[in-house]
């Protein structure tokens, strides 16, 4: 809120307001889904799934709301959807079923979270932010009071979640700045190469190997980013 009124932002109108608390609502769908799919599922399964379905759906919105991009634009698109699956695909453990459900429901929510997140009104970002974290954090409250689950945290992991919050937030704004400054296809297309930098870090600070999969899938996120970068600058 503090950014918000350092932005001079203007107080966001309920059309917008409705628009942030669905967008609040469908990510917090789509996260728990996800968590819950990795958890009873095949990852191998589940986290491609949820990664292709939450790219495809704006990508999809984007082209139906500004037309087909250039053509190294689409190829870029095409490419960077192709190294999603790859760099999201993890050995095939887990459950006994592959969760490929819960990761529709879970691809479908951050999907139609981005698309959302993408129609907030251009120089609106901060308020309608906390707006989308609020209406987070009161699906998460009721789910938890309901369910009468605890939310007791260990003190170790609290600098941790509030670093992981700021993170998060970060990266929410930086998406939407993308969509108010450009299309939405590409921004949605760009934001969903996020587990790349998940694979460098773990490589970086973690020392994982990296499979041939997720070798080829940041090749081709890399290639995507320059086809997509060299088609919108011209």
């Given at each position: 809120m503090?950014?918000?009124?350092?932005?001079?932002?203007?107080?966001?109108?309920?059309?917008?307001?409705?628009?942030?608390?669905?967008?609040?609502?469908?990510v917090t769908i789509g996260i728990v889904a996800l968590y819950h799919g990795l958890a009873v599922g095949r990852m191998g399964v589940v986290a491609p799934v949820t990664g292709l379905i939450a790219a495809l759906l704006p990508v999809t919105a984007g082209i139906v709301r500004d037309g087909l991009p250039g053509t190294p634009v689409l190829a870029g698109i095409v490419l960077a959807l192709v190294a999603v699956v790859l760099v999201?695909?993890?050995?095939?453990?887990?459950g006994s079923?592959?969760?490929?459900?819960?990761?529709?429901v879970a691809g479908v929510g951050i999907g139609l979270f981005n698309i959302l997140a993408g129609?907030?009104?251009?120089?609106?970002?901060?308020?309608?932010?906390?707006?989308?974290?609020?209406?987070?954090a009161t699906v998460i409250v009721t789910v938890l009071v309901a369910g009468r689950r605890t939310w007791r945290m260990p003190r170790r992991l609290a600098a941790i979640a509030v670093a992981v919050g700021l993170f998060d937030m970060a990266g929410n704004a930086c998406y939407v700045l993308a969509t108010q400054a450009g299309r939405l296809d590409v921004a949605a297309t760009l934001s969903s190469l996020?587990?790349?930098?998940?694979?460098?870090?773990?490589?970086a600070l973690l020392g994982?190997?990296?499979?041939?999969?997720?070798?080829?899938?940041?090749?081709?996120?890399?290639?995507?980013?320059?086809?997509?970068?060299?088609?919108?600058a011209g």
């Amino acid at each position: 809120m503090a950014l918000a009124i350092a932005a001079r932002e203007p107080t966001p109108a309920p059309a917008t307001v409705a628009i942030a608390v669905a967008a609040g609502v469908m990510v917090t769908i789509g996260i728990v889904a996800l968590y819950h799919g990795l958890a009873v599922g095949r990852m191998g399964v589940v986290a491609p799934v949820t990664g292709l379905i939450a790219a495809l759906l704006p990508v999809t919105a984007g082209i139906v709301r500004d037309g087909l991009p250039g053509t190294p634009v689409l190829a870029g698109i095409v490419l960077a959807l192709v190294a999603v699956v790859l760099v999201s695909r993890v050995p095939g453990a887990g459950g006994s079923r592959s969760g490929i459900e819960v990761a529709i429901v879970a691809g479908v929510g951050i999907g139609l979270f981005n698309i959302l997140a993408g129609e907030l009104p251009d120089g609106q970002v901060f308020g309608p932010l906390v707006v989308i974290k609020v209406a987070a954090a009161t699906v998460i409250v009721t789910v938890l009071v309901a369910g009468r689950r605890t939310w007791r945290m260990p003190r170790r992991l609290a600098a941790i979640a509030v670093a992981v919050g700021l993170f998060d937030m970060a990266g929410n704004a930086c998406y939407v700045l993308a969509t108010q400054a450009g299309r939405l296809d590409v921004a949605a297309t760009l934001s969903s190469l996020y587990p790349v930098t998940t694979i460098l870090l773990a490589v970086a600070l973690l020392g994982e190997r990296v499979t041939r999969s997720h070798a080829l899938g940041i090749a081709a996120a890399i290639a995507a980013i320059a086809l997509i970068s060299a088609g919108s600058a011209g």
